[in-house]
């Protein structure tokens, strides 16, 4: 399993919202993330993750599309119990340097300069080219806006391939 960091936190909704769903949230807050916490939320927070504890659940997913190299794979963003990540498959693209691994705040990056013009943007490092499965843990549950997972070239700043995740699974 690959561990890595985000360059900053604020990409991730406060703690008291987790127990909502992101659907639920972008619904509720109008994409913000406003929490109070009542007697009962703590309570509340602790069954919901304990009956999820042991399940893995898909909440976003998708395939990878070429932008300037063959590539093949698909993502999915996932959460076990309070614990966010997300799980690259069969991820490989066709060139020899380094790849990064790089989550945005795009509904999609169909270009290198669409990429550059995303406010929010996180390295999680490199990818494991041609891995059968390469976990990259999150801090915490994402934000809503953050809905694209790009392979990026750092050498030459080329944004190789993109994955646009969308709700419900399409894997073959």
């Given at each position: ?29 109008g ?13 509340e927070?602790?069954e ?20 300037a190299k ?103």
């Open positions: 399993m690959t561990r890595s960091t985000a360059r900053s936190i604020p990409m991730f909704v406060p703690s008291c919202a987790r127990a909502l769903g992101i659907a639920s949230l972008l619904v509720l807050t994409g913000g993330a406003a929490c109070k916490n009542g007697p009962g939320d703590a309570k927070q602790r919901s993750s304990d009956a999820t504890v042991d399940q893995t659940e898909v909440l976003l997913s998708g395939t990878f599309e070429r932008v063959k590539v093949e794979g698909r993502v999915e963003l996932v959460r076990k119990g309070s614990r966010y990540a997300l799980r690259l498959m069969g991820t490989k693209v066709d060139t020899l340097g380094e790849v990064h691994v790089y989550f945005v705040g795009l509904p999609d990056a169909r270009s290198t300069l669409e990429l550059a013009g995303a406010e929010t943007q996180y390295d999680f490092g490199p990818l494991e080219q041609g891995a059968p499965e390469q976990i990259i843990a999150l801090p915490s549950e994402p934000a809503p806006e953050l809905r694209t997972v790009v392979l990026f070239e750092p050498r030459y700043r080329v944004n190789l391939a993109a994955a646009a995740l969308q709700a419900g699974s399409s894997a073959p």
